[in-house]
């Protein structure tokens, strides 16, 4: 089964709190030849962080950025919470339904996120089969409109989790 793969790299990172191996995540989730995108922006210090873009890139993955915007000043210092992701979600939504409409018959979302949910309405009548790989934060919207949900429990981490 032709099966794309998109992944809220903000989303992951929050909730396994290990080094996830992609490739692995890769075939647990679609195979081998499933193609696999992956969403979000970049830090100013970014520099481990672009390393690790570039690896994914190297394995195949399509790497998506967004930008960060500061939305007022911080409430105080070494506050962050001001600075919010801008187009990534577009940007999954607008492949998610791409990908339907080229064939794609399984579409994976791993984000918690409802602002993908008119997307995947869209795939869904596009006829893909859409799964949701989840922790417990998602949103219920989002819960509510997949075909099929996964858990991210511990068993499933330590599938997809990173040997060091």
Known sequence: MRTAIFIDGGYLQKVVPTKVDYQALRRELGGEQARMFFYDCLPEEAN???????????????????ELEE?????????????????VDVQMAL?????????????????????LVPAILK???LMAWVVLVHN????KSLWA???????MDWVWQKKVERQQ
């Open 95 to 115: 492949d998610v339904v791409e990908a339907a409409q080229q064939g794609m018959e399984r579409i994976v979302v791993i984000t918690g996120d409802a602002d």
């Open 145 to 151: 409109c997949v075909d099929e949900r996964v858990q």
């Open 71 to 87: 939305i007022g000043p911080p409430k105080y210092f070494g506050d962050h919470s001001n600075i919010v992701q801008k187009g």
């Open 136 to 139: 417990t934060f998602v949103a």
């Open 123 to 125: 795939a869904r009548d």
């Open 48 to 66: 481990g962080k672009r390393d690790f873009l570039h690896a994914l890139k190297c394995m195949g993955v399509t790497v998506r950025l967004g």
